[in-house]
């Protein structure tokens, strides 16, 4: 799971974020996300703990400093720098699936799909559009595609328009 950190300027962020944790629990599938207790990082693993998930939180040490990291969570691993954080989440995930954030969501979710690209994994890149918050970006990947900067690849980023279609995104044998 890839999201911010803050909770936005719309109260839809985080309730979505809760309704996919709990969703998340009801189908058994653990929860991996960045560490955080604070944000819609927060939201979606208190509620997916909450709903009796499994929650695997992976932070760097310098935000476990600044004292964002959920004590709380099933396993919380600690690592030295965000690439490793990065690489840790992708080598326990099965997929991504990505809730509205900042740079730090957008960084993650761009390299998953570059390695997507390379054949470094086959995961699904799961994109959930709450309500309307990623259609600029949807239409810049649409240009890029046009102008023959993204050759055939913009459709390995999935996209849902709901935590339904995320999960029966995310969760298909037919990627």
Same mark, same amino acid.
């Given at each position: 799971?890839?999201?911010? =950190?803050?909770? /936005?300027?719309?109260?839809?962020?985080? *309730?979505?974020?809760?309704?996919?944790? @709990? !969703? #998340?629990?009801?189908?058994?599938?653990?929860?991996?996300?960045?560490?955080?207790?604070?944000?819609?990082?927060?939201?979606?693993?208190?509620?997916?703990?909450?709903?009796?998930?499994?929650?695997?939180?992976?932070?760097?040490?310098?935000?476990?400093?600044?004292?964002? =990291?959920?004590? /709380?969570?099933?396993?919380?691993?600690? *690592?030295?720098?965000?690439?490793?954080? @990065? !690489? #840790?989440?992708?080598?326990?995930?099965?997929?991504?699936?990505?809730?509205?954030?900042?740079?730090?969501?957008?960084?993650?979710?761009?390299?998953?799909?570059?390695?997507?690209?390379?054949?470094?994994?086959?995961?699904?890149?799961?994109?959930?559009?709450?309500?309307?918050?990623?259609?600029?970006?949807?239409?810049?990947?649409?240009?890029?595609?046009?102008?023959?900067?993204?050759?055939?690849?913009?459709?390995?980023?999935?996209?849902?328009?709901?935590?339904?279609?995320?999960?029966?995104?995310?969760?298909?044998?037919?990627?």
């Amino acid at each position: 799971m890839f999201c911010a =950190a803050a909770e /936005g300027a719309r109260p839809i962020y985080r *309730t979505v974020a809760v309704e996919l944790g @709990k !969703a #998340l629990a009801r189908r058994g599938v653990g929860l991996i996300y960045g560490g955080a207790k604070v944000g819609l990082m927060g939201a979606v693993a208190d509620a997916t703990l909450a709903a009796g998930g499994h929650v695997v939180g992976v932070i760097p040490h310098v935000l476990v400093d600044k004292e964002v =990291a959920h004590q /709380g969570i099933t396993e919380l691993h600690v *690592t030295t720098t965000m690439h490793t954080r @990065k !690489a #840790l989440m992708s080598e326990r995930a099965d997929g991504f699936l990505i809730l509205p954030g900042g740079f730090g969501t957008f960084e993650e979710m761009f390299e998953v799909l570059a390695w997507q690209t390379l054949k470094i994994h086959t995961k699904p890149v799961v994109l959930v559009n709450v309500d309307g918050f990623y259609d600029t970006l949807l239409a810049f990947l649409d240009v890029c595609e046009r102008e023959g900067m993204l050759r055939g690849n913009r459709k390995a980023l999935l996209v849902a328009n709901s935590v339904e279609e995320a999960l029966a995104l995310a969760l298909s044998d037919s990627r």
